[in-house]
């Protein structure tokens, strides 16, 4: 989303400012106020937060009319604030969705926006060219509601059968292009067209598709199982893929908190639609298996066993870890470790050195490294390869936590546990100095366009003299700033005091 936060984390903490009094019951459909809500009162909290301003606004206008959503409902009323916050009492994430919460109130509060649109049709040698102007007059709610850009196109005002000058004439070759793949905020916005799920339950469904690995990234990609499972469902057992069939549902059951059908009928209605899918089902059992299970195995392979040309694939045990393994198990016993905190990605590469598949690892804030698979690779152990441990002489490489993090560790471990940590994020590279305080490896640190050099060891005497030099650096700054402004008062003084006597002798 444009907060930077997933459909589900975004619940999970309006879930969180609910319990805490802030906001009202999140998970609701409901967008028509009621009459007994007091929107007046709510302002007039709001005056005590950071939306002193809007609030006094809003309060200023003769009659607050909200607008009306098209979805009504009795349980609970939309979404609105019920106690004022300061940034200082909600930090992160909590006061995004705070905020949003309450400029979305503002918003359905506020005066209509006023725009003026305008078109016009140009005609140049018989072909007809069309263009369109669009004007802000008056903001109104959308001076409360910034997450959108306003594109403003000014048109002039032209007559009809006006002759206009034709500056340049541009001729741009494009080609058709695919459909942009659906982000969450777009894909919540499509299950509300369709009707599938409800504002409590999409998010949940939304996070399923990653939980189950059915899709990837923040712009959803489907993984092979996720096709694999969509294709198979839509070749044996279509009704299921249907977007109709969950609307119907929906509609049934709002049919019956409106009163307009009964229980035992939707029941009865349900369980027979149910029963038909599941006799489709296992008669497509056998087929339906076999293609996910093609696809499974091919989202879960790395490439070739190096000591028997079996398929390496990753291996999820009961306790929830996640391994590399031979599938020719237990003729064949070989293992690799998972990467941590990183996504995999097989290339058709191999290493020249011990034979085991390279492959792809991405990790967040970090260039991705195409690197062979084992750890104990010589090829591996000299591409991390930082320095000489001063506490054992052997080597110093970078090593990487289950999370993901990196830091250096000597290769000596668990007889030497001398570690030093790394930036999380940006390149580094080491060429071999060290630090002649301590004797730890200095490494050049490359992050955001800017690259300096720096001993890894925070505890390095020159780290410490470097901060007592910014330290003396501040205090004589403000030192001097101190005797400036005492000079600048005393000069002041000395100005002033010639006046006074002056005017004393003229009134003596």
């Known amino acids: ?80 604030p019920t106690e004022a916050a300061t940034r200082k009492k909600l930090k992160g994430d909590k006061w995004k ?23 016009a049709t140009l005609d140049v040698n018989g072909e007809e060219f069309k263009a369109k102007g669009y004007r802000m007059l008056y903001l109104g709610w959308k001076k409360y509601y910034p997450y959108f850009k306003i594109n403003e196109f000014f048109l002039p005002t032209l007559v009809t059968g006006e002759e206009v000058v034709l500056k340049e004439v541009l001729s741009e070759k494009k080609m058709t292009q695919p459909p942009r793949r659906y982000t969450q905020g777009s ?14 339950t999409r998010h949940d469904i939304i996070q399923k598709l990653y939980d189950r690995k059915y899709a990837e990234g923040n712009d959803l990609v489907p993984t092979p199982s996720g096709v694999a499972v969509a294709e198979s469902l839509n070749r044996h057992a279509q009704i299921v893929t249907d977007s109709k069939m969950t609307a119907q549902l929906e509609k049934d059951m709002d049919e019956i908190a409106n009163g307009q059908a009964s229980l035992q009928e939707v029941v009865t209605e349900s369980q027979e639609m149910l029963s038909n899918i599941l006799d489709t089902l296992e008669a497509n059992r056998e087929q339906i298996g076999t293609e996910i299970r093609k696809a499974l195995e091919s989202q ?43 996504k995999v990605e097989t290339t058709d590469e191999v ?82 100095e060290t630090c002649p305080e301590c004797g730890a490896p200095i490494l050049l640190i490359s992050m955001r366009g800017r690259a300096w050099q720096s001993c890894v060891n925070l505890d390095c005497p020159t780290r410490k003299k470097s901060k007592k030099k910014t330290t003396k650096k501040k205090t004589a700054k403000k030192k ?29």
């Open 300 to 342: 879960h392979f790395i490439g070739k066993c190096p000591d028997c040309d079996s398929d390496l694939k990753t291996i999820r045990t009961r306790f929830g870890k996640t391994f590399i393994g031979c599938s020719g198990y237990p003729d064949c016993k070989r293992t690799y470790p998972m990467p941590g905190g990183a």
């Open 187 to 200: 894909l919540l916005q499509e299950m509300e067209r369709l009707s599938l799920g409800t504002k409590s």
């Open 480 to 508: 001097t700033t101190k005797k400036t402004a005492s000079k600048a008062k005393k000069t002041a003084a000395a100005s002033e005091s010639p006046a006074k006597t002056d005017a004393d002798k003229s009134q003596q």
């Open 97 to 119: 969705i705070y905020e949003l919460v309450v400029r979305r109130f503002m918003a359905t509060v506020a005066p209509p926006a006023k725009a003026e649109l305008s078109d």
């Open 1 to 80: 989303t444009k907060l930077g936060l997933s459909a589900s984390r975004a619940m999970r903490v309006a879930e969180d400012l609910y319990t805490a009094g802030y906001i009202s019951y999140p998970r609701t459909d409901n967008t028509v106020y009621p009459p007994s809500l007091g929107l007046k009162r709510i302002l007039e909290k709001l005056k005590d937060s950071e939306f002193k301003d809007e609030a006094e606004e809003l309060l200023s206008q003769e009659r607050i009319r909200p607008s009306r959503g098209k979805t009504q409902t009795t349980d609970h009323p939309p979404i609105y």
């Open 351 to 432: 290493c020249a050195t011990c034979k085991a598949p390279m492959v792809r690892v991405i990790r967040r804030g970090q260039p991705v490294i195409v690197h062979c698979l084992d750890p104990d690779c010589e090829s591996n152990q000299e591409r991390t390869k930082i320095g000489i441990c001063p506490q054992c002489s052997n080597d110093l490489r970078v090593v990487y936590s289950r999370a993901g993090k990196r830091f250096i560790g000597c290769a000596g471990y668990p007889d030497c546990t001398q570690t030093y940590p790394l930036p999380q994020y940006g390149r580094f590279s080491a060429d071999g």
